[in-house]
């Protein structure tokens, strides 16, 4: 279901209706429904993705906590059983044609005759949103951060809330089942803060990545002769992925505050990081912290744990189990968002930078005393902010491209020769470019000042009324999907 179409507004105003006429204590029901409803629409069968493991989730939390301490062995078999069977329908719908295709391949290089025929898979809609959640709802209730939930229908409304089922937020169960169970009372100022955010969202989806699609997906489909229009599209590529995606959240979360709950977080103007680390703490936080607390901190100390010196082959502990986790965290990162080595090899090249920069850390201080620049913080941090951007935006480049063999395709035409042709979209991607950068900074210093949300109401309603025509007037398709859906 298309977010931006005439459906889904018909769609959502009936749930905020039908949300707000019911009493709190039973309106998870409206709710679940919803987002059952939201993630059949079209293939009935995605349903089943949903709610399989949702019961295991259920079902296996209430038994952990039903297990006393002392059990251990019952409860890791319990935590492991569950979690198995939660990431294997991840994997039989997503991966198995990636890992059978690659198994095929490498037996092909011994002269075997064996070939794999692809299955044709649907990708269920917000699978690999939901999994993240149960996993993490699991392992907290393992290690007794969080009491497992009793009622069946308010967690698995956790599991499947519809605004955030489909690309996120990524939920965490102690933050978000609270919430479920104490819902917000209405509030005009609260339901005008909401939807506002989702115009916004709206906005930078339709208007402004939309648009610069139109520069950068031809340059990706055949980037011969394209000279600095690589560059430009690669740079235009990272702005339309950002507004894409954060155009999302931003529906998601407003969405979701129109209906009485906060989300968490999920973007904090992540251009201008000063390293590839801060990147990661500025970009889809959930998942990042997500990934930070189940993977990168346990493989951590994993590695750590059985080496009893403090330096192994002149190298510190702390640096090997930096660069293990760092490299397969964002390795696995990268396989998370597709099954293709395009993928793997971005989320390994975020890993590589954010080693090098680990690292690093001395000898890029001490370049910056003998250059001058720690007496001018301000250049040293626009530097960094220069170079972080360019090297996210060279990652991306096999984000975006389809496979790796293309990936690479595009920097082999890479060339410092400009190419007429192209330019008007380039001039009008800019212009929105400072669109955005013009709009959220006045966000943020309202989010200080409160100065817009001190107007009153019907000024700000109306001003809310002519954004959206500008919307409608300058979208481009409203049939676009969301790039982050696929995911």
Not at 274 to 287: K, P, Q, T
Not at 329 to 352: N, Q, S
Request: proline fraction near 5%; glycine fraction near 8%; hydrophobic fraction near 55%.
């Amino acid at each position: 279901m298309l977010l931006q179409s005439v459906f889904f507004l018909y769609y959502f105003c009936l749930v905020f209706c039908l949300v707000w006429l019911t009493p709190k204590s039973l309106r998870w029901l409206p709710l679940l429904a919803a987002s059952f409803f939201f993630v059949a629409y079209g293939h009935p069968g995605h349903l089943l993705f949903l709610v399989l493991p949702t019961l295991v989730a259920y079902a296996a939390a209430r038994r952990l906590a039903a297990l006393p301490p002392e059990a251990r062995k019952a409860r890791k078999r319990w935590l492991w059983a569950a979690l198995i069977l939660i990431l294997g329908s991840l994997v039989a719908v997503k991966y198995v044609n990636f890992f059978m295709g690659t198994a095929a391949g490498v037996v092909s290089l011994f002269g075997s005759g064996w070939t794999w025929k692809p299955l044709k898979m649907i990708l269920p809609i917000g699978i690999s949103c939901y999994t993240f959640r149960l996993i993490g709802y699991l392992i907290d209730v393992y290690f007794k951060r969080i009491p497992a939930e009793t009622h069946a229908g308010r967690f698995a409304l956790f599991a499947s809330f519809f605004p955030q089922v489909s690309a996120g937020p990524i939920e965490r169960a102690g933050r978000f089942l609270p919430l479920l169970r104490h819902p917000e009372t209405f509030s005009a100022e609260r339901i005008f803060s909401g939807a506002s955010q989702a115009a916004w969202g709206f906005f930078k989806k339709m208007v402004i990545a939309d648009r610069l699609a139109v520069f950068v997906d031809p340059v990706f489909a055949d980037p011969s002769g394209q000279g600095l229009n690589l560059v430009f599209a690669a740079w235009l590529y990272a702005f339309q992925i950002y507004c894409d995606f954060s155009g999302y959240t931003d529906i998601a979360i407003g969405l979701a505050r129109m209906l009485g709950y906060e989300s968490a977080p999920n973007f904090n103007r992540p251009y201008l990081s000063v390293g590839i680390a801060d990147f990661w703490s500025r970009w889809h936080i959930s998942l990042s912290t997500w990934l930070r607390d189940y993977l990168f901190l346990p493989v951590s100390y994993a590695v750590m744990r059985p080496l009893k010196q403090d330096r192994l082959f002149g190298v510190k502990v702390e640096s090997w189990a930096y660069i293990t986790s760092a490299l397969l965290t964002m390795t696995l990162c990268g396989l998370w968002h597709g099954p293709t080595w395009a993928f793997v090899f971005w989320g390994a090249l975020h890993g590589a930078f954010m080693i090098a920069g680990q690292l690093g850390r001395k000898r890029r201080r001490r370049w910056a005393r003998k250059a001058g620049l720690t007496s001018r913080p301000a250049l040293l941090r626009a530097l960094r902010v220069i170079l972080t951007f360019n090297l996210i935006s060279f990652a991306w480049i096999f984000f975006r491209a389809p496979t790796l063999s293309k990936a690479f395709a595009y920097l082999h035409f890479l060339q410092l020769k400009i190419n007429p042709s192209g330019w008007s979209f380039l001039v009008v991607g800019v212009l929105l470019i400072l669109v955005l950068l013009g709009g959220e900074r006045l966000a943020a210093s309202d989010k200080s000042s409160g100065w817009w949300s001190r107007r009153p109401l019907p000024l700000r309603g109306a001003a809310l009324a002519l954004f959206v025509c500008l919307i409608i007037l300058f979208a481009v398709d409203t049939g676009n999907e969301f790039i982050y859906i696929q995911f």
